[in-house]
């Protein structure tokens, strides 16, 4: 009896493709890529070198002439700019401004700048808007608890549902259990 030949019908163990191991590169690959997509996505921008004040001014002058979008504006420099400041504090307060750019740094130079009682009309106003930003905080975490309730409340909430969801289970094991008739040989 002559054997059948199937080496056409089965590839040879040198030509089979290992399913299992591009699976896991392709997911791998897949993960990598969502990962770089968010890091993208979400990183923080880093922060330009300092810039000399008179490449500040050529700097200014680009930006206006391209019709650049202006960059979110401080808004510490935008209360000490809502006080009443002399031509000569303007002058100073932009050369700081554009010299400097740790905030701290920019705070205490200004605050040199400034008269007795505009540093005090500015402490006054940054505490007021401090405190407004305590009520809004304050008014989202109410919300957040009339919606969610506080942590302790959640938890006893989730594990009273379980409770629930256990005991129907049981209940409908039991049903099915006392209905169905014991077979009988």
Not at 110 to 116: D, Y
Not at 119 to 131: F, I
Not at 164 to 180: D, G
Request: hydrophobic fraction near 35%; include cysteine.
């Amino acid at each position: 009896m002559a054997r059948l030949d199937t080496s056409l019908s089965r590839p040879s163990p040198q030509r089979q493709i290992p399913w299992k191991v591009l699976t896991l590169v392709a997911c791998i690959g897949a993960i990598w890529a969502f990962i770089a997509y968010k890091y993208v996505q979400y990183r923080v921008p880093t922060r330009t070198l300092s810039v000399q004040p008179a490449e500040a001014a050529s700097l200014k002058g680009r930006a206006e002439a391209l019709k650049l979008p202006a960059q979110r504006p401080n808004q510490w420099l935008q209360i000490v700019k809502e006080l009443d400041l002399s031509e000569d504090q303007k002058n100073k307060i932009e050369k700081i401004a554009a010299e400097t750019t740790v905030p701290k740094t920019l705070r205490a130079r200004v605050n040199k700048v400034l008269t007795p009682q505009q540093r005090e009309r500015l402490t006054s106003r940054v505490k007021e808007l401090a405190a407004q930003r305590a009520e809004q905080q304050k008014a989202r975490a109410n919300r957040e608890q009339k919606y969610y309730g506080t942590e302790i409340q959640y938890a006893q909430q989730a594990n009273q549902v379980i409770r629930q969801q256990r005991e129907a289970r049981r209940r409908m094991a039991l049903q099915t259990s006392q209905t169905s008739q014991p077979l009988v040989r």
